[in-house]
């Protein structure tokens, strides 16, 4: 399986502050993903990546932006963190071409007091 | 993506094999049949998938019935390790860049 690592693994913040996560692959692949994941939810992508400078959103991405300016880092962006942005928040990367073979991050734990 | 409806939880005990269901009776011929786990805290995990053919890895074997509404993951020989929330995932071929789309899942609990 492709290196995917999350960072940070925890984050408390304040609220109406910008946050930061960062995601980065050792492989070349095209397609990454943000999901939060809530009790009661479960997994909702937030946006997703298909190359450099490409980017859509997904079923829940207002409030939140992305950058992919490298192959190898997919940055997530709260403009101004609330408290329901408080979440676990997964990475992953499509690492079987042709199909929805997935290899996710550890999480990033955000909270957001 | 087709609905998929499974158990909320399961149990098993170890050493045993673990068949976990999905209902997937809207699926659609070029439809996939997706199967993830996750353990507690971490990312979920690939475990296997097929389109109609049964299918086996060194995880476990998915068994897809002939007119593919409904499916069953198997683990052959459980372990404590096995207690993960499993996820059974209808979808296209993945040609396109859009994500998968979970569920709830079914929490398997492995018992001593």
């Known amino acids: 399986d492709a290196g995917i690592t999350q960072s940070p693994r925890h984050k408390v913040t304040e609220t109406g502050t910008p946050v930061t996560l960062r995601c980065h692959q050792t492989?070349?692949?095209?397609?990454m993903y943000w999901y939060r994941q809530d009790p009661g939810h479960g997994l909702r992508l937030i946006h997703y990546s298909y190359g450099v400078k490409d980017t859509d959103k997904g079923e829940v991405s207002d409030g939140y932006s992305v950058s992919r300016s490298k192959t190898e880092d997919f940055l997530l962006t709260l403009e101004s963190a609330t408290s329901s942005q408080t979440s676990v928040y997964f990475c992953a990367i499509r690492d079987r071409e042709g199909s929805y073979g997935y290899t996710f991050g550890s999480g990033t734990r955000l909270t957001v007091v | 993506d087709a609905k998929t409806t499974q158990p909320p939880s399961m149990d098993c005990a170890e050493g045993r094999a673990a068949n976990l269901p999905c209902n997937h009776s809207?699926?659609?011929?070029?439809?996939?049949v997706y199967w993830y786990r996750q353990i507690h805290s971490q990312g979920p995990q690939y475990i296997i998938h097929?389109?109609?053919n049964n299918e086996t890895n060194e995880m476990a074997s998915l068994i897809i019935t002939e007119d593919r509404k409904s499916s069953t993951l198997i683990l052959p020989h459980a372990t404590l390790r096995d207690t993960a929330v499993y996820y059974c995932?209808?979808?296209?071929?993945?040609?396109?860049?859009?994500?998968?789309?979970f569920g709830k899942g079914t929490h398997l609990i492995i018992q001593p």
């Open positions: 995932i209808a979808q296209g071929s993945g040609g396109g860049a859009d994500g998968l789309t």
């Open positions: 809207t699926i659609s011929g070029n439809e996939y």
């Open positions: 097929g389109l109609k």
């Open positions: 492989e070349n692949h095209r397609y």
